[in-house]
Every structure is written in C-alpha cells, then in structure tokens.
C-alpha cells in the first residue's frame, strides 16, 4: 500500500448536529428555532393567509437564548426551519468559593467545580454578587 491509498480523517465530532429541521408551520411560541444563526427562544408567531403564491408565511419573534437580543424571521410555512437542540439542566448551588468558582451537585449527586460566578459586564457582575450575598 503506498503512501497516497489511504484516507485520513481530520474530524473528531460525533456528527450529531446542532439543529433539527421542523415545518415552519408546526412551531409554536415558546419553542425553539434558530434565527440568523442564533438559538432562539419564539416569543410570537403570526401566520399570514395563502397570497397570490400560493404560500402563508409564518413571522417569528424570538429572543437569543444566550444575549436576550431580539431577532425577526419570515418563512412560507410550508418551508422547514433549523430547530436547535436544546437541553437543559438544572444544578443546586452547594459553595462558593474566594476566587468566584461554584462547586454545583446534579441531581444524581455528582459534583461540579469548573464554574466561575458570572462576570464580565455590569450586570453580570450585579448578578454574582447578588448570589454570593444570597447563599451567605
């Protein structure tokens, strides 16, 4: 076998996607779409009749789920739209330490200890000292 008869494989992902197609249609308010590249939230959907193409059109609003931004989309709802996969997790608070790391446990008793208090903003900030103060 020579040098050049085998194929080498750059990728180390498991190849599941990020998003999920979903009829335009079939989303709801306070599901989950991706708008501009953006996971988000929908906070309003209003469907406008079939036109003189043939096509009702589906206006979404919805809310980053990361920023809070507000983003605008308009599709026929016939159309599919990206979906994200979303999955949530929700950890109890045990410390906190000087240096702003959390020490969180999982419902399955698990600990977890890379996390800092959030920072970087003002309001971020705000939100981590009123947490220190709270778990006091």
């Known amino acids: ?68 931004k507000k983003y605008e989309d308009m599709t026929p709802s016939s159309h599919n739209m990206d979906v994200p996969n979303i999955s949530r997790v929700e950890y109890t608070l045990v410390d906190v330490n000087e240096e702003g790391f959390v020490t969180l446990m999982m419902e399955n008793g698990d600990t977890r200890e890379d996390l800092t208090l959030p920072k970087g903003t003002d309001e971020a900030e705000k939100l981590a000292e009123q947490i220190k103060t709270q778990f006091a």
């Open 1 to 68: 076998m020579s040098e050049h008869d085998h194929e080498t494989f750059e990728s180390t992902e498991s190849g599941a996607s990020l998003t999920y197609p979903q009829q335009a249609g079939t989303i709801r308010k306070n599901g989950f779409i991706v708008i501009k590249g953006r996971p988000c939230k929908v906070v309003d959907v209003s469907t406008s009749k079939t036109g003189k193409h043939g096509h009702a059109k589906c206006n979404f609003v919805g809310v980053d789920i990361f920023t809070g």
